[in-house]
């Protein structure tokens, strides 16, 4: 019996209207995953659809809505629409994400019913999220993304002597190693995968921010490297161009060119994946989410654009970044209108003044309360953003409070509860915690990052949530 006729033996004759239901909760549940907060709603009948041999076809359509924030999505002859959780279009990351997720579940349905369907086999071996995540990054030999994603998973379960495990895995997308290009895997290397997670050992093998492991285009584990000098012998001196945490900037940078993709097992137990020489997506909390730094600082940037220093953006995203790494909560705000705005947020003994704090006459070996919290200010007064290295402004940010700055770097306050006006209250139903509230109200008078020791990051600009990486 030739292949043709095996094949239509195996494809369903009649309706298959329970497999698409099926395959529509999937995709229900997809967008849940990558898109907590956006809405999915069915605006056409679903009709019981009839196979006529379109195996071969795509069965979706995808198209912008005519409100120009989400998209129309047509899927087995049901439309639905998909609206972001706030009123800020979809980015154009976002919008390809979008398209990859429903490209990959289309192939995974007709690979139910076509053998020569691309891949068909991995399709169905690996977690559905991380098919999404390696066709959003396209690497040289795709199917090693998965398996390595499998494998950080299950080690993130794990401990080694009490301890926490963190790892890398640095995916060659050359043939052969750059930084030592006459290496050669030598016969037996195991394959990079979930197995290697029972050996007792291998979660040493490398800390995953100093060390990682190579693995070749054949999936296989290869050697170690400090990951900083494999980068500076392959890419050069060149620096990161987008920001990103301090500890990872080696593993960016170690894959801006050669199509190297970096996965990272963190101490906090997050992962993170490098490609193109940016983060791009973080997996915590049991979901990924798409980063896109570039676009989300170029957004940032554009807030505060007439920012005199130059550099004040990317100091306060840069130290932003940091602080969700470290999980530690901050807020910054930058002010539009400092004369307006100040007064409005700050009490006045919070803000940084020239004035000096002298001892109590009545009482010189203590400091009174109203007088305690500007003796602080001691440490930054004549200091603005320009002149302020970035491990001094995380330690300001790291005081409980917000640091309050203005678009010429003058420093405000640091560690001050904000003023929040009565009307700004009536929100706060609708938010989670005093520093989102904070935020918020702190908005209408400039752009806002919040961190959140959960490690989020977040923008708001007049009163709205702008982004969140």
Same mark, same amino acid.
């Given at each position: ?28 549940? !997809? ?8 809405l999915?709603e ?41 609206q972001?959780?706030?009123? !800020? ?7 390809r ?6 490209r ?12 020569d ?8 071996h690996?977690?559905?999220e ?18 390595v ?9 794990? !401990?080694y ?7 890398a ?29 029972? &050996?007792k ?7 995953g ?27 050069g ?11 990872? !900037? ?53 807030a ?5 220093p ?19 909560g ?15 947020l ?5 803000r ?47 005081i ?10 003058h ?5 001050a509860?904000?003023? &929040? ?11 989670e ?14 752009? &806002? ?20 990486l």
């Amino acid at each position: 019996m030739d292949h043709e006729a095996v094949s239509a033996l195996e494809r369903p004759q009649g309706p298959i209207s329970k497999v698409v239901g099926l395959y529509q909760t999937f995709l229900r549940r !997809t967008f849940e995953h990558f898109f907590p907060d956006s809405l999915l709603e069915s605006v056409g009948d679903r009709t019981a659809i009839v196979w006529e041999d379109s195996v071969r076809e795509e069965h979706y359509r995808l198209a912008d809505d005519p409100d120009g924030l989400g998209v129309v999505l047509d899927w087995f002859r049901t439309r639905y629409t998909l609206q972001p959780g706030s009123p !800020t279009p979809f980015l154009p990351a976002e919008r390809r994400l979008i398209e990859i997720i429903v490209r990959t579940l289309d192939l995974r349905f007709r690979g139910l019913f076509d053998l020569d369907i691309g891949h068909r086999a991995e399709r169905f071996h690996y977690v559905l999220e991380d098919l999404i995540i390696t066709e959003y990054l396209n690497p040289a030999d795709p199917f090693r993304v998965p398996a390595v994603l499998e494998a950080l998973r299950v080690a993130a379960l794990s !401990t080694y002597e009490n301890r926490r495990v963190s790892m890398a895995a640095l995916l060659l997308g050359t043939q052969n190693d750059p930084a030592i290009p006459e290496w050669t895997n030598p016969e037996g290397a195991p394959r990079f995968n979930m197995r290697l997670t029972g &050996i007792k050992g291998f979660h040493r093998l490398c800390d995953g921010l100093r060390t990682a492991m190579v693995v070749d285009r054949q999936g296989e584990l290869g050697r170690i490297v400090d990951i900083e000098r494999w980068a500076g012998r392959t890419q050069g001196p060149s620096t990161v161009i987008d920001p990103c945490p301090r500890a990872y !900037t080696s593993h960016a940078r170690a894959t801006r060119t050669g199509g190297h993709v970096c996965i990272v097992l963190t101490p906090s137990q997050e992962i993170k994946v490098f490609a193109r020489g940016t983060m791009m997506f973080s997996f915590s909390d049991a979901r990924w989410r798409l980063l896109d730094i570039p676009t989300k600082f170029a957004v940032w940037c554009r807030a505060i654009s007439t920012s005199c220093p130059s550099d004040l953006a990317l100091k306060l995203f840069q130290a932003a970044l940091n602080l969700a790494e470290d999980r530690k909560g901050a807020l910054f705000v930058v002010l539009r209108d400092p004369a307006v705005s100040a007064p409005q947020l700050i009490a006045p003994a919070d803000r940084i003044s020239e004035e000096i704090v002298a001892d109590d006459p009545q009482d010189p070996e203590n400091l009174s309360p109203r007088l305690s919290k500007r003796v602080l200010h001691h440490v930054v007064r004549g200091r603005n953003m320009s002149n302020l290295d970035a491990t001094e402004l995380e330690a300001l940010a790291g005081i409980d409070g917000a640091v309050v700055t203005d678009l010429n770097g003058h420093l405000h306050t640091f560690g001050a509860i904000l003023r &929040i006006q009565p009307e700004a209250l009536k929100i706060a139903r609708a938010v989670e915690g005093a520093r989102t509230l904070a935020a918020l109200a702190a908005s209408y008078h400039g752009p &806002i990052l919040k961190v959140s020791e959960d490690g989020v990051l977040t923008m708001f600009l007049g009163g709205r949530r702008v982004w969140e990486l």
